[in-house]
């Protein structure tokens, strides 16, 4: 297919260049190569020229080595067996146990690294579609370091109890525990202090005596957390109570709708004992759904800490998990599936890391005084999981055929892109007629 922008040119003269057959608005020979130029950027009427990003002077070339510091990453694996018991020779698997460690550190250096990024784009009262694929790709850069760090354990593994045991003495009063940057991720993601199994009855920032570690952690916990800005931004979700499209109401009587086929499939049972456990089954089904619906059971909940979230966030996280197929709601639906595996993750790494403490040292007690794999196994639990009201939202689902019907207004205000939190003006005011035949195919399908 022939460009539209060019068109052939009369011949004449017979030793025409190539560049004499295109012409662009009229332009030929060198002036058609200048435009091309000029509207790619390249041209002479360009003002904006790349920067060439290199060092002052050859004295300073970088290498491999010296960019990556590997004169002191490589020379940072002290082995206290051979340090501090030199009539010894040194034990073999405290070298692995550095490293592995060592990589913890280093990848939750990146993951703080990227939550801070994260926190900076939720922070802001609009978030649009050109932060999407950004918070996306960086919530699932974190989801692979942590496969990543549970796949570490299986390698510390190979290090047998008898192994372990012959260096472990030297390492008390050292323990995880002490792990800054790993209480940095809980805070900075947003696990609260009163979720937190108190370690030895003292508040685990006892751990952390130094005024600049106190500094950081007061300030992971002072500042907003993801959490705390993921339940801010679905608090915006369109749609929850619009003009044009009330979700909790609708999702109300959608439940309600819902609740009374589970009741009619259960009393038209014909086996007694099947019957009575269908209807007892549908009671506990309407528990269920009422502590979502009503708001003061919600707020009980949260206060007794068994939800994390504002009801509004709730049900906008709902919301988009029912119309997830709207391509408005693709990218947020995507970034609430990434933090749920991520809080999996860390559980996974945690239960990961207690197996391996049991089977090293069995129900002995931690090098740095805790109870080791009991304390461990409590930090397995719910509590610890920050994200888990968005997990719990699979309780509240409902059929599709049950889900709410969209209105042609806000289907049409989900299928258009927001940039700079402004829908496109022109396509928002192009609202299709309600009496059209076009219209009430839509919102009836």
């Given at each position: 297919m022939a460009c539209p922008y060019a068109r052939p040119v009369e011949h004449q003269n017979e030793t025409s260049t190539a560049t004499d057959k295109l012409t662009i608005n009229g332009s030929v020979n060198n002036e058609a190569l200048a435009e091309?130029?000029?509207?790619?950027?390249?041209?002479?009427?360009?003002?904006?020229?790349?920067?060439?990003?290199?060092?002052?002077?050859?004295?300073?070339?970088?290498?491999?080595?010296?960019?990556?510091?590997l004169n002191k990453l490589l020379d940072s694996q002290l082995l206290l067996s051979s340090k501090l018991d030199q009539n010894k020779s040194t034990i073999h698997d405290e070298h692995l146990f550095i490293i592995i460690h060592q990589s913890f550190e280093l990848w939750f250096k990146q993951i703080i690294w990227e939550i801070d990024s994260l926190r900076y784009i939720f922070i802001n009262n609009i978030m649009d579609e050109t932060h999407m694929f950004v918070s996306i790709n960086r919530l699932q850069r974190?989801?692979?370091?942590?496969?990543?760090?549970?796949?570490?354990?299986?390698?510390?593994?190979?290090?047998?109890?008898?192994?372990?045991?012959?260096?472990?003495?030297?390492?008390?009063?050292?323990?995880?525990?002490?792990?800054?940057?790993?209480?940095?991720?809980?805070?900075?993601?947003?696990?609260?202090?009163?979720l937190r199994v108190v370690y030895n009855q003292v508040s685990y920032k006892n751990a952390f005596p130094s005024e600049s570690?106190?500094?950081?952690?007061?300030?992971?916990?002072?500042?907003?957390?993801?959490?705390?800005?993921?339940?801010?931004?679905?608090e915006r979700t369109p749609g929850l109570e619009d003009s044009n499209f009330n979700f909790r109401e609708g999702y109300k009587r959608s439940v309600v709708q819902y609740i009374k086929f589970l009741q009619t499939n259960a009393e038209s049972e014909p086996n007694p004992t099947a019957h009575d456990a269908a209807i007892e089954d549908v009671k506990k089904t309407a528990d269920t759904f009422r502590s979502l619906i009503d708001e003061k059971f919600h707020q009980q909940l949260v206060a007794r800490g068994e939800r994390r979230m504002s009801h509004r966030a709730l049900l906008g996280a709902l919301m988009i998990m029912l119309y997830r197929e709207q391509p408005r709601f693709q990218g947020p639906y995507q970034i609430l599936s990434l933090l749920m595996d991520i809080d999996a993750l860390i559980t996974k790494w945690r239960y990961n890391h207690l197996i391996l403490v049991q089977r090293q040292i069995g129900n002995k007690q931690g090098t740095g005084g805790s109870a080791g794999y009991s304390y461990l196994r409590s930090t397995c639990s719910d509590r610890y999981k920050i994200f888990i009201d968005l997990c719990n939202l699979a309780s509240f689902l409902i059929p599709r055929e049950f889900i709410p019907k969209l209105t042609s207004a806000m289907r049409l205000r989900l299928s258009i892109a927001s940039v700079d939190g402004i829908l496109d003006e022109e396509n928002e005011c192009q609202t299709p007629d309600t009496n059209s035949e076009e219209s009430n195919s839509i919102s009836n399908d």
């Open positions: 091309i130029l000029s509207l790619t950027g390249y041209g002479s009427t360009s003002s904006v020229q790349p920067e060439l990003k290199r060092l002052p002077s050859s004295d300073e070339l970088v290498t491999y080595s010296n960019y990556l510091q974190c989801a692979q370091i942590w496969h990543l760090l549970c796949d570490q354990i299986s390698i510390l593994e190979t290090m047998t109890p008898l192994d372990f045991m012959e260096f472990r003495s030297y390492l008390s009063p050292a323990s995880g525990f002490q792990s800054l940057q790993f209480r940095l991720i809980e805070n900075k993601l947003g696990l609260t202090d009163k570690e106190q500094r950081e952690l007061i300030n992971s916990i002072e500042q907003p957390t993801l959490l705390v800005l993921v339940e801010r931004w679905l």
